[in-house]
């Protein structure tokens, strides 16, 4: 009985607390405000409650965890008070100004209070004898003590203090500024900052998307990202693989890469390259699904274990694919899958219903270890080629073979490379005969073929092109212009 009484007064007594002492109105949402005074007015406030809660976290009786949830608390805080300013910028300015909240530094100090340092000693038997007044302890004794806010970039002069990580990480400040961009670059209409975009590379381009929100919207349009050009620096396939999982464009029709070379050298002084993984190309497949053109360089598709050593592994449809200075596995007396063949079963990730039927540029310049074995392969994989480039190739010999593989293209090839190649008069005088429709044709450093095979160029009367040596080359016009 006596309980449920002493429970009664206590009921009554927070009555009349609530009564005398009422509670403070909530602050509202920011999205029920709508006026700059009003703004402002919480402003105060909110910096009042920043500052309460950075005193805090200074004293020592406080754990780890809760000076912890304090900084958190001063985290929410201090986003809120930022997004107040931004919505008084965009209430003053209108909301078509581009508007930066910047942190600044907190200039106000932490006041706390110890007691004031007297010169006069007193003994123990004066400090007992002494009758104190109420009260013991008077503010008027005491003297405000001013404690420095604490830089993240120094180091703390007492660790008992700032243990935390957290403390030490901290990025955020207590103040903050509006600055509206009234550069001369801000005043350029959006269709002109996109014109002078398309002189960047795609690098620049991502640097120039970090500077602010217009730029970075401008930067990211679809028009700037239908090529993306990686092949002026080397990249390794982790740096690419973040890359492609960022940066997922359906827009994007032209993609070129390069491989980073290892920096260790075989016994016969040459770098190896490197290894075209499955990763690598799951992640090109499915970030650029129309993907029309293809650049690969400087890759190894045979040694490494995890390397794609099939051409499966690539994305189908294309209309142009560039291997530039890659290795490739070719049919060898060990019997080796080749590189260009397509199995019967269809290999574990790779592409699923693979078809090259639209490919109409298929280049393997400079990558040496394509064989006349692998180039008979072609027709059946990619049969409406329209430019065929086997610059470097100089395992490409004078052989049945490979002029039967090329005449399978009379209907459509137009461009033929062979700079370097083992081929010879008969393989010249076998294409002028049946590849009529050619448009340009390289024969430079083909030591095989000699200038009697003049006579027989000039009755490709489609040719507007012709790369051959300089003997072939003067005597070819001479005889053109008779």
């Not at 063949?341 to 109409?360: A, D, G």
Request: net charge positive; with cysteine.
């Amino acid at each position: 009985m006596a309980r449920n009484k002493e429970k009664q007064k206590n009921e009554l007594n927070r009555l009349y607390l609530l009564k005398s002492n009422p509670p403070k109105p909530k602050r509202p949402h920011l999205s029920q405000i709508h006026t700059v005074d009003e703004l402002r007015r919480w402003l105060p406030i909110i910096e009042q409650e920043i500052h309460m809660t950075l005193a805090q976290t200074t004293s020592v009786r406080y754990t780890d965890e809760k000076v912890e949830s304090m900084y958190k608390q001063i985290s929410e805080l201090e986003n809120e008070h930022k997004n107040f300013r931004r919505k008084i910028g965009q209430l003053e300015f209108g909301s078509n100004v581009n508007i930066l909240v910047k942190t600044i530094p907190v200039e106000k100090q932490i006041d706390f209070y110890s007691k004031k340092s007297t010169n006069q000693t007193e003994s123990l038997d004066d400090f007992f004898n002494k009758k104190p007044d109420l009260p013991l302890l008077s503010m008027n004794e005491y003297e405000p003590v001013t404690v420095p806010v604490f830089d993240t970039n120094k180091s703390f002069p007492n660790k008992s203090l700032m243990s935390l990580k957290f403390r030490k990480k901290r990025k955020k400040e207590q103040r903050e500024e509006i600055i509206e961009q009234d550069g001369l670059i801000f005043q350029l209409p959006e269709e002109t900052l996109l014109y002078l975009f398309k002189n960047f590379s795609t690098e620049e381009l991502i640097l120039v998307a970090g500077v602010c929100q217009l730029f970075r919207r401008i930067a990211y349009d679809d028009t700037l990202w239908k090529t993306i050009d990686l092949s002026t620096k080397s990249y390794s396939n982790q740096v690419l693989v973040k890359f492609f999982r960022r940066f997922n464009r359906p827009c994007t029709e032209i993609l070129k890469i390069s491989g980073a070379p290892n920096v260790k050298k075989l016994k016969n002084n040459l770098i190896k390259l490197s290894p075209y993984t499955e990763q690598l190309s799951y992640f090109v497949r499915t970030s650029y699904p129309n993907l029309r053109y293809l650049y690969i360089s400087k890759y190894d598709f045979r040694d490494n274990p995890i390397a794609c050593k099939n051409i499966t592994y690539l994305p189908t449809n294309l209309q142009g694919l560039y291997l530039t200075k890659c290795e490739m596995l070719m049919t060898s007396i060990q019997g080796t899958a080749d590189f260009l063949k397509i199995p019967q079963c269809t290999l574990k990730n790779s592409t699923t219903n693979f078809s090259l039927q639209q490919l109409e540029i298929f280049s393997f310049e400079q990558s040496s270890c394509l064989g006349l074995v692998s180039v008979r392969y072609l027709p059946d994989l990619c049969p409406n080629l329209v430019e065929l480039n086997l610059n470097g190739c100089f395992r490409i010999t004078r052989t049945r073979t490979f002029t039967d593989t090329l005449l399978s293209f009379h209907k459509t090839i137009r461009r033929l490379y062979l700079k370097e190649t083992q081929v010879d008069d008969d393989t010249i005088h076998c294409i002028c005969r049946k590849l009529k429709l050619l448009n340009i044709l390289d024969i430079r450093l083909c030591k095989y073929v000699t200038k009697n095979i003049v006579e027989n160029l000039l009755t490709l009367k489609q040719l507007k092109q012709l790369l051959a040596d300089d003997l072939i080359q003067n005597d070819y016009e001479n005889k053109k212009i008779k």
